[in-house]
């Protein structure tokens, strides 16, 4: 094991909150909305479903590899060889989300705040600061979402502000396409909440691992929860026009306006998104380099976090042309790619482990 560090199962779930949320919160609602209409508040909880499927797999197979993370007993159960193309698969996979995560983040500062800075810098100064924290391992990344996680939910909570302008009219009429346009709705946030599944990374760290699967459905509900209540805030406030917006979210906090004197609050929504994306990034980046050092053979991670930091930042300046073509990934391909890797194969692993085991018992 790479990892020598030690968290607590709360830790985890702090960890896990802003990992899965970070990118969703801003991006869902639209895409939901475009399929659900005046439903798409309902598509977060479907996230339920399949996030709880995520953490029941990876508290499974940490149960049966103990002190081992995906990477590792992947080689356990599928062999050296097609292991190896496994660990190898999922370094890629973490290493493109990695930058395009870090792109999406680039792309929303510079877009609407930082109009003059050069994306490069954005991006070149978010993954120095992940560096600091990868180098310093699962303990530091746990510490830094402690303090940023507040600062990461703190800003949902003035949303309440906007209750004398919402419209209850706009929830209605329920379900009148029926329940098909929600669960096309929910592809995406289904999708997301099966990144816990990141959380396989993180539990062999554990000090406490028998409270892991606790922990990990309180922050389960805590994002389903925020999902719910973000898109029926956004529903309540723009209604129908919701889809058509490219950061709903965004537009929200412009409308926020309290005793003439509390206004003008994008800039707590910046703070959200830079807390936030700093730990997906961060998480990301960690899971990278435990893959490629595991791939490489090394004794420890440290000595390529740097190397991996400047692939991420080239991938995320080269692997996505441009923010339209952003937006397509993140609607179509992204959704595909997170339930292949986080659900399907992690789905495969437990069968062939099961399966395994139940030949070696029919042995005489």
């Not at 050296?80 to 890629?92: A, D, E, N, R, Y």
């Not at 929910?186 to 816990?196: D, E, V, Y």
């Not at 791939?295 to 740097?306: E, G, H, M």
């Not at 996505?320 to 937006?327: D, E, K, Q, R, S």
């Amino acid at each position: 094991m790479l990892e020598k560090g030690k968290i607590s199962s709360f830790q985890l779930a702090v960890v896990m909150y802003p990992t899965v949320l970070a990118t969703g919160f801003l991006v869902l609602p639209s895409i939901s909305a475009q399929y659900a209409k005046n439903d798409f508040w309902m598509t977060g909880l479907f996230a339920l479903f399949s996030g709880f499927i995520s953490v029941c797999l990876a508290v499974k197979l940490h149960q049966l590899y103990p002190k081992q993370n995906l990477a590792e007993y992947s080689e356990q159960i599928l062999g050296k060889t097609l292991g190896k193309i496994l660990v190898i698969w999922f370094s890629v996979h973490f290493l493109n989300s990695a930058g395009l995560i870090t792109r999406q983040y680039a792309e929303f500062v510079s877009g609407n705040f930082l109009f003059k800075t050069p994306i490069l810098v954005i991006i070149s100064s978010i993954v120095l600061l992940a560096a600091f924290a990868v180098h310093g391992g699962a303990e530091m990344i746990a510490r830094s979402a402690m303090i940023l996680t507040p600062i990461f939910i703190l800003p949902i909570c003035f949303l309440v502000l906007l209750i004398p302008d919402l419209d209850i009219k706009n929830i209605f009429p329920v379900l009148s396409h029926g329940i098909s346009p929600v669960i096309k709705g929910s592809i995406g946030p289904q999708a997301w909440a099966t990144q816990l599944f990141i959380m396989s990374f993180f539990l062999p760290c554990l000090k406490d691992p028998q409270k892991g699967k606790k922990w990990a459905f309180v922050s389960l509900g805590a994002i389903v929860f925020s999902m719910v209540f973000i898109n029926f805030i956004i529903l309540l406030l723009l209604g129908p026009d919701s889809g058509n917006k490219t950061y709903p979210v965004l537009t929200a906090f412009r409308y926020i306006s309290f005793a003439d004197f509390f206004e003008n609050l994008e800039a707590l929504l910046l703070a959200m998104w830079v807390a936030g994306n700093f730990i997906k990034i961060a998480v990301f980046y960690y899971v990278t380099t435990l893959s490629i050092g595991l791939c490489l053979n090394l004794t420890d991670y440290r000595p390529i976090v740097f190397p991996v930091g400047l692939l991420i930042i080239a991938l995320s300046l080269w692997g996505i042309p441009n923010f339209i073509t952003l937006g397509q990934h993140a609607r179509t391909v992204a959704p595909i790619d997170i339930l292949l890797n986080m659900l399907v194969i992690p789905i495969i692993l437990l069968v062939v482990t099961g399966f395994r085991r139940a030949t070696k018992q029919l042995k005489p």
